[in-house]
DNA sequence: ACAGTAATGAGAACCGTTGTCAAATTCATG
DNA sequence: CATGAATTTGACAACGGTTCTCATTACTGT
């Protein structure tokens, strides 16, 4: 059930960039970030286009995209290509990939139960991490 | 006892007529969606209200609150009672109501494992139910 | 009833994101 | 290398959800 698309992209300076940028930060960064820090980097790349790129990038499943609690989407290269999910603190924002063959047999078993299919799930773990936890 | 913070709240027709809306639901709902129903039942309360009052009754752990895909916020009146999930489908809207105990403990692992406490999930499963996917 | 204070509503303001479209870039060919 | 077709880019406008502003209205305790 993989589904590499034929995709046909282009290389091009600033998908480049935006990819660069990306894979060099451990942590989630807004398109808007990383505008910013190509902008003052010199090689500026368009807004749009950075907007653009990540959306095909997320698509494509290269990067993993989250929604912070205000709905601003945060992007970060994928540590591990497959399906996974995240566990985030409400305290700080903190996000752990986890992976879980359970929940994927549990959504695809109850949906098939009902007959249905096509199914996708979307699964959404939070808490407080232990630094938040201590410091209440 | 823990306790009801010591919210002064005034209950208020608006305020009344929101959570009501909400509590006929068991679907997560957007602010717009509170807004446009309430608005053709007859009691009109404004949009800035809506957003006022879900946010408070969101912070007060009285509705649970989840960002849809697109960034949009969703609120969903708290089931303190019998917690469950919905597969939906994608065609027709149909919903059934499902319980899965090994997601809840999934959740609850996965989140330990990495430090985390007072953990709450949202598990949404959705695919193409029976006769929506013969219909294609 | 009355004053004090929280809540409301209409509309403007915000801000992340998406759409528009002409110009630039890339690719496949001749 | 030249050329043309198809993508991609970028500046800016437009969008849509959400928040802010502030004058007006509705509760509350006395």
Same mark, same amino acid.
């Given at each position: 059930m993989t589904g590499q698309l034929p995709t046909t992209r282009r290389p091009t300076r600033q998908r480049t960039a935006i990819a660069e940028a990306l894979s060099h930060s451990p942590e989630f960064r807004s398109a808007q970030e990383i505008h910013a820090r190509l902008a003052e980097g010199g090689a500026g790349v368009g807004l749009a286009t950075v907007y653009r790129n990540l959306q095909a990038m997320a698509a494509d499943g290269e990067v993993d995209v989250i929604r912070t609690e205000d709905g601003e989407a945060v992007y970060r290269a994928c540590a591990t290509e497959d399906h996974h999910h995240h566990v985030v $603190?409400? /305290? $700080? /924002?903190l996000a752990v990939e986890v992976t879980g063959d359970s929940v994927e047999r549990w959504a695809e078993a109850v949906a098939a139960e009902h007959g249905f299919v096509q199914v996708r799930h979307t699964v959404e773990v939070e808490g407080l991490c232990g630094d938040c936890a201590r410091r209440r």
């Open positions: $603190c409400r /305290g $700080c /924002g």
